[in-house]
């Protein structure tokens, strides 16, 4: 089983939605035995909670299922997982510091880096492939996260379809 951890702040707003969007491709690829998707928090303030009602709201608007509890991400979780996908570059920082190798921390990667029409982090602008964070902001701000996820997935699927080593349809 190849295992993708999609990691953010709160682990109740861009993680969860990252988590559904990736594993409805998953499932539409036919990987669904092969890869298994969660996601958790850089910190555990909402543990235990639902995902934000705005990120359900727009998940089910657009046909994606959910059924989220938060927690909190651990250094230990590096030894069973193949891929964690960072939401920011606060996250991969952090994700990168907490890992306890250096073969756990290059299994951290940004989510943006795989949407092919996303800027390069380059001069100066570390951040340029965040997902921003919606949680202070209106409905529009899940809605963008929402596009900005969907967009990286395609080129993720392919980078763990490589790594499973099956076969593109």
């Given at each position: 089983?190849?295992?993708?951890?999609?990691?953010?702040?709160?682990?109740?707003?861009?993680?969860?939605?990252?988590?559904?969007?990736?594993?409805?491709?998953?499932?539409?690829?036919?990987?669904?035995?092969?890869?298994?998707?969660?996601s958790a928090g850089t910190g555990g303030w909402h543990e235990g909670d639902g995902a934000d009602p705005r990120t359900v709201a727009v998940l089910e608007a657009a046909g994606y299922e959910q059924d989220h509890r938060a927690r909190k991400f651990r250094a230990s979780w590096f030894d069973r997982l193949d891929l964690v996908i960072a939401l920011d570059a606060g996250h991969l920082r952090d994700l990168r510091a907490l890992a306890p190798t250096a073969e756990a921390a290059a299994k951290v990667r940004l989510l943006r880096s795989y949407d092919p029409a996303a800027p390069a982090a380059r001069g100066g602008v570390p951040d340029a492939l965040d997902v921003p964070d919606p949680y202070y902001g209106p409905l529009d701000g899940f809605e963008e996260c929402l596009e900005l996820?969907?967009?990286?997935?395609p080129g993720l699927l392919e980078a763990v379809r490589a790594a499973v080593k099956e076969p593109a349809p």
């Open positions: 089983m190849y295992r993708v951890c999609f990691v953010c702040t709160g682990n109740i707003c861009r993680s969860p939605m990252a988590e559904s969007v990736f594993r409805a491709h998953v499932v539409g690829a036919g990987l669904g035995g092969l890869v298994e998707v969660d996820v969907e967009a990286a997935s």
